[in-house]
């Protein structure tokens, strides 16, 4: 079966310049590759630095690639025009690491919930709004709460907030950049539980971007551990946590001391 997503030598320059203001590239990302299947999850896990942020922007067609290539369900999105990008936008939803700065204070919890079907031009009002109800209240925010100013929401509930405003548009994938890393460790679990749940009724496929082993080994199926930019290290969950190869993962691995007694058990091979 064809992947849902594949990447081939993906590789991002940034122009700078340093200290005596000579032009320069910085190289974010430098001939990345792999697959994803559909409803699978892949955990994208380094440290600060290491590319991974670039690389959602990229897979989320926020900004192009310096190089290299990219399918989603088979149509290479760094060779489309922006006109076919638009169209593919909704179906690959990113979440950002920190999600009061991406909501509104000011605007009501499903205000800011319902506003990408309002700017798709999807369905009517009362299907709309129909809609962000039954997903508010999928990820743990009751129906009650809806007229609510995002201001008055903790942490862990701005992040439900962030996924339910995602899900309106019914993506296939769902990219995850260090979206529960700020929360304490029972609003991860609560909400990583969310996510499986989700992924179990809808399919979905998860590209969960961390610095964090013991959640990636919870959430995906596989990991892919980069560095300076590179992918160095790829395989199933527990095969990467019990028998790492690379200095890098073993140094995440060292770097994260509650590991051998995660709360969650291990991800199946």
Partial sequence: MEPI????NLT???AKRNSARTPQEFLALDSVSFA???GATLAIVGESGSGKSTLASCIACLEPPTAGNFWFEGRNLAQSAESELRKIRPQIQLIFPDSASALSPRWSILDIAVEPLVLQGK???KER???TF??????GLAADMAERPAA???GGQRQRLAIARALTLDPKILILDEALSA???SVQAQIANVLLELQASRGMTFLFITHDLTMAAHLADEIAVMSRGRIVEQGPSTKIVRNPDHDATRQLLAAVPRLPRSPWPAAQP
């Fill in 129 to 131: 709004n129909a809609r």
């Fill in 36 to 38: 994803v299947s559909a």
């Fill in 152 to 154: 008055e929401l903790s």
């Fill in 5 to 8: 997503l594949k990447v081939e």
């Fill in 123 to 125: 369905l009517g009002r």
């Fill in 183 to 185: 929360l304490d460790c």
């Fill in 12 to 14: 991002k320059r940034y």
């Fill in 134 to 139: 039954f997903l508010l209240e999928r990820v």
